[in-house]
């Protein structure tokens, strides 16, 4: 009895080993291969226009200027009037 479900599966194994397996061949693989090119489409309409940039920082103070010539004395006398509108009131 020992030997009654051993040989048979021995049998099966056997069998199975035995047989021709099928060769399988995977399809090619399909390549597309890109036309000539075709003719340029028209072009594409203006951009809307970009924001307003922010404001500048605001410069450094500038150095102080040289000191003026110094004036000519001032003449007395001569024939110049001055005339010295009265208050009104």
Known sequence: ???????????????????????VVPAPA??????????AGPAGGNGAVGATGDTGATGN?????????????GKTGGDTVVVVPAPTQ
């Open 1 to 23: 009895m020992k030997y009654s479900i051993v040989f048979p599966a021995l049998v099966v194994a056997m069998g199975l080993v035995a047989c021709e397996r099928a060769v």
């Open 61 to 73: 103070t500038g150095a102080t200027g040289d000191t003026g010539a110094a004036g000519q004395r």
């Open 30 to 39: 399909v390549v597309t291969v890109p036309g000539p090119a075709g003719p």
